[in-house]
């Protein structure tokens, strides 16, 4: 398997200023009401079309599409466009959900039925005292080896209230630690794990292949990321650690790793302003997400309101890493001010001199760095 070479961020072309695009929130979030992914497809300039939309989702954290007319074949086609535009690794592809065989699914195609995620997690669907949900905050397939990077949610029935997608920025969570916390973290390696996931699929006739990347086998499930990496299609630095999933940081105490996972959850449940809600207002909505850039938790609230069901595509990421050069987004956006000298100069670093290859470097507290500089 080759070695991931980070090029530096992207940039965007311009071609999708001609669609209407409303932002969910200040900090996150981005909403199209005509931009027809079916017919982006088709275009003779879908490749620049896809470039900008994988930049715009991984800038805004999560977009929207409404009055979509997807079908599992063109929704999987999307979110590999949109992958492959960012610079995804050429062995990786959309993920292959290892229980399909159990539910007869599409192989790469999840159907979320709110019952069915209850009954695997452990959830009751009924109406209960639930005071606290905020564990649930999380990044899709973190306990991989080769994370989800672009996430999808497609709606095939949507109840007539309730059953909002919530996202956080991570670039926020990042951006709000001072900078001495911010080294702190950078320091830091998270140990995933998902025990639930990892006893269904050991059940009998699940599948037992490669998950999208060729590092995605077997299922210990117990993979270790750097607690902040960097986005390569952005080049601004995240938090990848806490909710659901994180098991814990390695090389400290429990106590310590207890308190560091309830800081991250105070910083998402305590500023709302980095926090956008997407509601699903009709069948067809599509949302589109960068793992790298946000954390998300669905809203428990449709009993009694209808049904609810959707159609998850995931695309397989690179392995997780952190850049030495690279900034949080507020340090990016700061050193605009001076007409963009310092930023242009941090861009030249990035962009020449600092390719990146992605490897398990072992660093401070068993680390790992995840980048070299490529010669």
């Not at 080759?2 to 530096?8: K, S």
């Not at 072309?13 to 929130?25: H, M, N, R, S």
């Not at 996150?28 to 009401?33: A, D, I, K, N, V």
């Not at 999307?78 to 062995?91: D, K, L, Y």
Request: some cysteine; charged content about 25%; overall charge neutral.
């Amino acid at each position: 398997m080759a070695p991931y070479v980070w090029q530096g961020p992207l940039k965007k072309t311009g071609v999708i200023d001609v669609f209407k695009q409303k932002l969910l929130a200040p900090s996150l979030g981005s909403e199209f009401s005509d931009l027809d992914l079916v017919e982006a497809l088709k275009s003779p300039n879908a490749d620049a079309l896809f470039r900008d939309l994988a930049v715009t989702i991984s800038e805004r954290g999560v977009a929207v599409f409404r009055n979509q007319h997807l079908d599992n074949e063109t929704h999987q086609q999307v979110v590999n466009r949109i992958a492959i535009a960012s610079g995804r690794p050429a062995e990786n592809d959309i993920m292959t959900n290892a229980l399909y065989p159990l539910y007869g699914d599409d192989p790469k195609v999840i159907t979320l039925i709110p019952e069915r995620v209850a009954e695997r997690y452990g959830y009751k669907t009924e109406s209960q005292k639930r005071q606290s949900s905020s564990h649930e905050w999380h990044s899709d397939m973190s306990f991989e080896e080769n994370p989800s990077d672009y996430s999808s949610l497609r709606l095939g029935q949507v109840p007539e209230t309730g059953g909002d997608t919530l996202y956080a920025s991570a670039y926020d969570l990042y951006d709000r630690m001072s900078e001495p916390f911010q080294k702190l973290f950078e320091n830091l390696t998270v140990q995933w794990g998902d025990p639930h996931y990892t006893e269904a699929c050991g059940t009998e006739g699940t599948y037992k292949g490669p998950r999208g990347s060729p590092a995605n086998v077997g299922f210990g499930f117990d993979a270790a990321h750097p607690a902040v990496r960097t986005n390569p299609v952005t080049g601004w630095n995240a938090i990848f650690a806490g909710g659901m999933h994180c098991r814990g940081f390695k090389g400290v105490t429990t106590e310590e790793s207890n308190r560091l996972m309830a800081m991250i959850e105070d910083l998402i449940t305590k500023n709302h302003d980095i926090q956008a809600r997407v509601r699903w207002e009709a069948p067809g909505d599509i949302a589109i997400w960068d793992n790298r850039a946000v954390k998300h938790i669905p809203t428990r609230d449709v009993q009694g309101k209808g049904k609810r069901k959707g159609y998850r595509v995931l695309s397989a990421g690179e392995k997780p890493f952190l850049a030495p050069d690279a900034t949080g987004r507020q340090a990016w956006k700061d050193s605009q001010k001076d007409g963009g000298q310092a930023g242009r100069v941090q861009q030249k670093k990035m962009e020449t001199g600092q390719k990146m290859v992605a490897s398990p470097l072992e660093g401070l507290n068993g680390n790992v760095n995840g980048v070299v500089a490529a010669h």
